[in-house]
Structure formats: C-alpha cells, structure tokens
C-alpha cells in the first residue's frame, strides 16, 4: 500500500513514515492472521522501540499481526513492516502450525475443520442457544 | 530449591518432555467476520465471546478519490485510515486445537478492500442486523453473496427497539430460505456462541451443497 501526495501531509502518516524509515511495504508475505513467535536472533542497535514491544509480546505468547497492530495502536502495514525486520533478524519466527489440512485461503476451510470448530465451540458453550438451522 | 516436576508452562520443558513432534506448533487459526452498520453491536458480540478486550487495530486503505485528474491521466489518490476489531479465542478442546479469530468489519462499502481482506480464507460471516437501520444491512449482504462467502444475519435484540420476527427481516433484506435469520442479544456469550455455531453448520451445509450441485455446471460450462 503507498502513501503518497496530500495524504503523507498529516501528521499520524509522517510518524508512521518514521517509524518505517520511509518505508510501505513489508518484505514478507504476511497476513492479518499470520501468528508469531519470539526466535532465537537478536534486535539490531538501530531498531525502533515499538520493535522491542513486538518482542516482548510475542514471548508473552504467539501474536498475530493484527493483534500487534491492535495493541501497539499502530497501523497494520506499519507493524508488517517492523515484523519483516524482526523476521530477517529471527528474532521472530513463524512457528509452525498443527499438522491439519489447511484447504488454502480460497475456498475456505475444510468441513472436517469446521467439524472441529463447531465440537471446540460446543465444549467451550454447553449453554449456547440452540438455533434451528435454515434450509 | 528447584521444583520436582517442570512447570507445564515452560516450553522448553514441553519439548524436552513431548513424543509428540508437533506438540508444540501453533493452533490452527480460523477467521469468523462480525459484518454490520455503524452501531450494529459489532465490537460488543466480539467482545462477549473473545478471550481478550477487543482491540480496535487501524489500516491505511488507498481509494481513488472522486476528483479524478484526467488530462494528466494520474488518478488521485487518497490514503484514509480505517479501523476494524479484532478479538481472539482458544478452543484448546476441539478435536485439534483451534484459535478462532473475531474481526468487526466497518460497514461502509468504501472500505471494499479491506472486506475481501477480512473474508479471506473465513469460515464466514455474521451479519449483525439493527432494525432501527435495516438499510446499513444491504451493502455487507450483497457483498457475502457476491463473493460466496457463507453468512448468516443475527437480528440484535435492542433494548426498546421494535422486536421483528425473523421472517420479517428475512423479506425485508430479500434473503434466500437458505440463509439462517436468528435473533440474538449481543452481549450475552451463549447467545453469539450460538450464533457462531449456527453460522459454522451453514458453512458446512454451503460446502457439501457446492460440491454435490456446483461442481456439474462448472464441468458443463467449460465443455
């Protein structure tokens, strides 16, 4: 995503910019949902403090990109950028997940993912309401 | 002293103590979308079921601007900030361990982008209905429906707003029989739960009906 012309007059843009060092797109291919995990590298002397915060949240638990943006209240692309220097660095690293058919982001989950989801959701509200189902 | 046991949530204990290769990777992740007009109730049914306060998580989304300079064939550009929500939840008892994540998607058809961006990959979409402003329910439904992502519409239950039968919303905002229509309180866990759990049991249903009556006309168009 760019930002140019009228819009990198305002403020927040110019304090994104800065936090980027000028740049707008991250080198990494990263998703909202992408999950992180601390690894074993270490910070370069030069990086942002924000950087740091990643950090230290992603040793709290695994952190995904949108919940870094959330709660350093930065900018998704902003923070996408930090994570690819974090990424390079590995001192991030993108953990591995459960060995389960993941169908690819197109067509959607499989039905035997949603099967699980619905028994996990099940379990977690033994309460839930019971709609009837349309169709 | 050091303890007898290791602690179960020191993970290099985990991985010296695990057989299991993967006991250790992270949980698959599913996305569930909370769609719906400005004041809909979007960021409180997140908030009822996630593990954590919902955050409010900002974006920069570029939109040609209506002021188009065509002599010179650039396309002015405008780059606006749009905020969304964003909450989590664990089901570390699911059959496999599951995180399933929440986004409160803004309603305005401006932010298109970062609609496809949201749906992605999702299970599917609640679509959060405020009957004192049924029309803000139009856009988000016409989106799902174009791009075939399974949704079902949650009526809120506002306290002093007009309680509407389901059915009635149903022909109001021209929805199939398919789509399930339910209503629902918002702010209470076991009623968004069961909205969740209705919306996943359409998206199994959207699956098998795709790949049973689908799949033949695609094969009959491409001959």
């Not at chain 1, 012309?5 to 992408?34: D, I, K, M, N, Q």
């Not at chain 1, 035997?112 to 309401?129: T, Y």
Request: net charge negative; glycine share 8%; with cysteine.
């Amino acid at each position: 995503m760019s930002t140019h012309g009228r819009a990198a007059e305002e403020s927040t843009f110019v304090r994104t910019y800065t936090l980027t060092r000028g740049r707008t797109r991250p080198r990494h291919l990263l998703g909202l949902a992408t999950v992180l995990d601390a690894g074993p590298g270490r910070l370069g002397p030069a990086q942002a403090e924000e950087c740091e915060e990643i950090l230290a949240l992603c040793r709290e638990r695994r952190r995904s990109v949108v919940e870094l943006a959330g709660r350093l209240g930065r900018p998704v692309t902003a923070v996408k950028v930090l994570v690819s220097d974090l990424l390079d660095a590995e001192a991030l690293v993108v953990p591995l997940t459960h060995p389960y058919a993941d169908t690819g982001a197109e067509s959607g989950p499989s039905t035997q993912l949603l099967a699980a989801l619905s028994a996990g959701l099940k379990r977690k509200w033994p309460d839930a309401i019971a709609y009837p189902q349309a169709g | 002293m050091p303890s007898p046991t290791p602690r179960p949530d020191d993970p290099a204990a985990v991985l010296r103590t695990s057989p299991r290769p993967h006991a250790d990777a992270a949980p698959t992740v599913l996305k569930i979308v909370i769609a719906g007009g400005f004041g809909a109730g979007k960021t409180t049914a997140v908030g009822a079921v996630s593990e954590i306060t919902p955050l409010s998580t900002e974006e920069y989304l570029t939109e040609a601007s209506a002021d188009v300079d065509s002599l010179a064939g650039i396309e002015a550009k405008r780059t606006t900030t749009v905020a969304f929500d964003f909450g989590r939840l664990s089901l570390p008892d699911a059959p496999v361990p599951l995180e399933l994540f929440l986004f409160g998607m803004p309603g305005q058809d401006r932010f298109v982008d970062l609609w496809y961006d949201l749906s992605r990959g999702a299970v599917g979409t609640v679509v959060l209905v405020d009957t004192r402003r049924m029309e803000s329910s139009f856009t988000p439904v016409s989106f799902f429906e174009d791009i075939g992502l399974p949704f079902v519409v949650a009526v809120n239950q506002f306290d002093g707003a007009h309680r509407y039968q389901p059915e009635q919303v149903r022909t109001a905002l021209e929805l199939p029989a398919s789509v399930p229509v339910v209503t629902c309180d918002a702010r209470d866990p076991n009623h968004v739960a069961g909205v969740l759990l209705t919306l996943v049991g359409h998206a199994v249903k959207n699956a098998s009906a795709s790949r049973v009556h689908h799949a033949p006309t695609t094969t009959f168009q491409d001959a």
